[in-house]
């Protein structure tokens, strides 16, 4: 059973190892600005994500913005809970459209999408999550859903 708290400003330091456990090429995320939670199995962090709203076309959409399962703790399907415990969070904000970016070989990532119910869309320079630079780029697939 994995209990999700919200993290608090002292829990940067262990986001920032979890995060490095999970996207072990990738920059370190932006602790400030994003809502993040930890999924906890007794005292052992095995997840944790985060999301902040951004601003797609004048309009603020919630950007999934970082997630990712410890190793260990992979295959038990514990990433849709978390997309859906961040979508609940940006209803009660009023927002009305969750996004994110999977790399293009995101196999997992992109099955849970899916299954939640999101769709691929084509990002424009207003829309990207990714950057400018990477506008265009084959690599990052954007993913959208209603909510
Ligand atoms: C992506 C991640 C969060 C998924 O963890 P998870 O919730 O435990 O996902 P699961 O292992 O249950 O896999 C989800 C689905 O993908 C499938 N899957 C897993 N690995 C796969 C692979 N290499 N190729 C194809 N399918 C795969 C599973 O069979 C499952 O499919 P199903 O639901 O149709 O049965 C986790 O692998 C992770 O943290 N990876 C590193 C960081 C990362 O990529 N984060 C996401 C950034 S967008």
């Keep these: ?24 090429v990738d920059a370190p995320p932006v602790f400030a600005g994003a809502r993040w939670q930890i999924g906890w ?9 985060a999301w902040k709203p951004v ?19 992979r295959g038990r399907g514990l990433q849709r809970p978390m997309l859906r415990l961040r979508e609940a969070e940006m209803r009660a904000q009023g927002l009305t459209l969750a996004v994110t970016y999977t ?28 950057g400018l630079g990477r506008l265009g780029r084959v690599g990052f697939v954007h993913w959208e859903k209603r909510l």
Excluded: Q
């Excluded at 059973?1 to 072990?24: H, K, T, V």
């Excluded at 959409?61 to 990712?68: A, E, K, L, T």
């Design 103 to 130: 790399d293009a070989d995101g196999a997992a990532s992109m099955r849970n999408l899916i299954a939640e119910g999101y769709r691929p869309y084509a990002p424009t320079p207003t829309t990207t999550l990714s």
């Design 55 to 73: 601003e797609h076309d004048g309009v603020a959409v919630g950007f999934h913005y970082r997630g990712g399962v410890l190793p260990g703790w």
């Design 41 to 49: 199995d007794g005292a052992a962090p095995a997840c944790y994500c």
């Design 1 to 24: 059973m994995i209990d999700f708290r919200p993290a608090s400003p002292e829990d940067e330091a262990l986001i920032a190892r979890l995060d490095a456990l999970c996207f072990p």
